[in-house]
């Protein structure tokens, strides 16, 4: 069974660009939550799709948007780059049932702003 | 506010030892706790989950200790060896969100 797969793996943008960034969860799973990961401030959750729809936000930035299409695959976006942005994004797939199951996390974009 | 706090910050263990981490909530609605290890470059790999209803769970070397009424949650690492050094998160969750602690970061020497 194939893992979550996240792309790209590496990606430096300027200020004031937008970014997208991919998700592919494991088959079958119909839950993607995206993370961002700093030194500073850890895991930090931004959102969670389900079945196409916005089911959890986390406290970021209207900046910060993302989507999920009918094979359950998100992009996420980042538009008006900051330097404050440059992290390691990492998304994370599971079943999406209501009481939380085991969540598997692709090996993360790592996004630099300079 | 830190929804789970996490310690220590970073741990030291000879080849052999056990390790321990330590993790503490506040929401008694989390009704899942899992342990992810991450090494350099790679992300978060889930390690070994309880739930509240269960005072201990082992897998292999990893044991998870829970203390529902304490709410609080450990991590024992048993015959620590040099390729577990890596970073170990705890988390928490209700429904599909996850609260991560901050990590410890884990240095097994030989």
């Known amino acids: 069974k194939a893992g979550v797969t996240q792309t790209p793996r590496y990606l430096i943008k300027t200020r004031g660009q937008q970014v997208t960034l991919s998700c592919s969860p494991i088959s079958g799973h119909r839950s993607v939550s995206w993370y961002q990961q700093t030194p500073g401030q850890g895991l930090q959750f931004l959102f969670e799709y389900f079945s196409e729809t916005q089911r959890n936000k986390g406290n970021f930035p209207g900046r910060f948007s993302g989507r999920q299409f009918s094979n359950s695959r998100s992009e996420m976006n980042v538009s008006t780059l900051e330097l404050g942005d440059s992290a390691l994004y990492l998304c994370?797939?599971?079943?999406?049932?209501?009481?939380?199951?085991?969540?598997?996390f692709g090996q993360g974009t790592r996004l630099t702003v300079v | 506010q830190q929804q789970v706090k996490q310690s220590p910050q970073s741990l030291i263990v000879q080849k052999g030892g056990i390790s321990i981490i330590n993790c503490a909530y506040e929401n008694t609605a989390f009704d899942y706790f899992p342990w992810y290890q991450q090494f350099p470059g790679k992300g978060p790999a889930l390690l070994i989950a309880?739930?509240?209803?269960?005072s201990e769970k082992k897998e292999g070397r990893f044991t998870i200790s829970f203390n529902k009424s304490a709410k609080q949650f450990s991590l024992h690492i048993m015959d620590s060896q040099p390729g577990d050094s890596a970073t170990y998160f705890c988390?928490?969750?209700?429904?599909?969100?996850?609260?991560f602690g901050t990590g410890t970061s884990l240095t097994v020497i030989p």
């Open positions: 988390a928490a969750s209700t429904g599909n969100q996850f609260y």
């Open positions: 994370a797939s599971s079943s999406g049932l209501l009481r939380a199951t085991e969540a598997f």
């Open positions: 309880i739930r509240p209803d269960v």
